[in-house]
């Protein structure tokens, strides 16, 4: 039955039912009320105010949309937001330390790794749990490929990407240009994770 007047629900009537959420994104606690089956995806953009998140194919296959969901990275865009219920989130707009930049985005300006910024925000999110479950030591190139696996990027070659990985693995772009690693030459693209 549905909520309305006793009636039966239908396929229809199930997808205009509106239910309330709470959730925490970037450390701070969301209440939104939400066609039930809205994705996770259009459900930060548009009634969080959360740009940073992009959809770039829509299918889970590009992973532009990746955010972390309890410390596990997943494409938004498959995720209806009533899964995220009572989740802690983390977006690309919750990497950044106060007004700054991270080490891994400030890696990632620095060595050249941002382009276009579509598929930045979800690249920067895959990097970010990759130096999480590998916090103390340096990841190699193969397992950062690995773990970037599920992000594309139309722009670039992937090697400035794998490099500002592992670059703020090692202590942020500082440790990098010290290890020979060539920084780009202009800082102009800092705010492409933040379009």
Request: charged share 20%; proline share 5%; hydrophobic share 30%.
């Given at each position: 039955m549905s909520a309305r007047r006793g009636e039966p629900a239908t396929p229809g009537s199930r997808a205009r039912a509106r239910v309330t959420l709470t959730f925490t994104v970037n450390g701070r606690r969301r209440r939104v009320?939400?066609?039930?089956?809205?994705?996770?995806?259009?459900?930060?953009?548009?009634?969080?105010?959360?740009?940073?998140?992009?959809?770039?194919?829509?299918?889970?296959?590009?992973?532009?949309?990746?955010v972390m969901i309890e410390g596990r990275a997943v494409n938004s865009c498959l995720v209806p937001a009533v899964q995220a219920d009572g989740a802690t989130i983390l977006t690309v707009e919750g990497l950044a330390r106060g007004r700054g930049l991270s080490a891994l985005q400030e890696a990632f300006?620095?060595?050249?790794?941002?382009?276009?910024?579509?598929?930045?925000?979800?690249?920067l999110l895959s990097a970010h749990e990759l130096l999480r479950r590998t916090r103390g030591r340096v990841p190699g190139d193969a397992e950062v490929r690995?773990?970037?696996?599920?992000?594309?990027?139309?722009?670039?070659?992937?090697?400035k990407i794998v490099d500002a990985v592992r670059a703020a693995a090692r202590g942020g772009a500082r440790g990098a240009a010290r290890d020979g690693a060539r920084p780009a030459r202009s800082t102009r693209r800092a705010t492409a994770s933040r379009r």
């Open positions: 009320t939400v066609p039930a089956m809205k994705r996770l995806l259009d459900v930060l953009r548009e009634d969080c105010a959360l740009p940073g998140t992009k959809e770039g194919c829509g299918e889970g296959e590009c992973g532009a949309c990746t300006v620095t060595m050249g790794a941002a382009q276009c910024g579509i598929c930045t925000p979800g690249i690995e773990a970037l696996a599920g992000n594309l990027c139309r722009c670039t070659g992937y090697q």
